[in-house]
């Protein structure tokens, strides 16, 4: 594949030593960006492939960010939390929020990972940990933002057969069993979209779940994203989701936060 020569220059991957994350560094690299790891301790930087820059940085404490985002021109998002109820809140929503805060005005393009199923809420998951339904806030915050994006919906990780290398772009998120009969795809095909979804203008504004089917790799990915209906401007969730999340039925200090990713800033492009 090969990116638009506008692509971004510098990406911060935030879930760098994460096992999509590791693969993102590693891609962004091979396709000719500049890539910017986000560590949480200096040490972690050791096992990073060379020429990629590592920077310290917390996601859940947004005051260690500045530097992290300073001059990038893409953020890709593969961090995901421990599980638990308050990890989901400030991890997996929390730490979009930083970033997108820490990154004021400076104009930067994102690509969001979250997951296949987020809009079941009456997933028993959901009910225990309301995983999903933080991630899909971190998504509504994005779409907010008035930043172009790309948020990718993968399925189960690395649960395709081994003939299974044809990535298919779903919208809607009809599939919610809950398990790997919803779609799988390998960690190394999510890497792949995501960083190519930042130099695509056919990826621009649009929502999808991405699982594998039986066939061989496409060495283009632009058709699939060309493909896409984009998200309706201004909605708070991707085109074709289901409607079962009423803002005024949200948290306050969620709505109080959307509220300001929502005011009024200079788009970028």
């Known amino acids: 594949m090969t990116a638009p020569t506008d692509r971004p220059g510098t990406v ?21 960006y500049l890539a910017r ?11 990073l492939p060379s020429g990629v820059q590592a920077v310290v940085g917390d996601l859940t404490r947004p005051e260690t960010l500045t530097d992290a985002v300073q001059g990038v021109d893409g953020v890709v998002f593969t961090h995901g939390s421990a599980g638990t109820k308050a990890d989901m809140e400030a991890v997996d929503y929390g730490a979009v929020r930083n970033v997108l805060t820490a990154l004021g005005d400076q104009p930067a393009r994102i690509a969001l990972m ?36 790309t948020i990718v919906r993968p399925g189960w990780f690395d649960y395709n057969a081994p003939d299974e290398q044809l990535p298919v772009f779903l919208q809607g998120d009809l599939r919610r069993s809950g398990g790997p009969s919803d779609g799988a795809i390998s960690r190394s ?17 649009k929502t999808f779940e991405l699982v594998a089917e039986q066939g061989e790799a496409p060495s283009d990915l632009e ?3 060309a493909a896409l209906d984009p998200d309706e401007p201004h909605s708070l ?15 306050a200090r969620v709505r109080t936060q959307l509220e300001a990713f929502t005011a009024p800033r200079k788009e970028t492009k």
């Open 12 to 32: 911060l991957v935030a879930g760098s030593n994460g096992s999509i994350g590791r693969l993102v560094v590693e891609e962004a690299g091979r396709v000719g």
């Open 37 to 47: 790891a986000l560590v949480r301790r200096p040490d972690r930087a050791s096992s």
């Open 237 to 251: 969730d991707g085109v074709r989701d289901e409607d079962n999340m009423p803002l005024p039925d949200e948290p």
């Open 189 to 205: 095909q999510i890497a792949q979209v995501l960083v190519a979804s930042l130099g695509s203008d056919a990826a621009n504004g």
């Open 114 to 149: 979250t997951s296949i199923g987020i809009t079941n809420r009456s997933s028993s998951y959901n009910g225990s940990t309301e995983g999903p339904d933080w991630k899909r806030r971190s998504e509504r915050l994005v779409r907010a933002s008035g930043r172009p994006y």
């Open 223 to 225: 058709p699939l994203f």
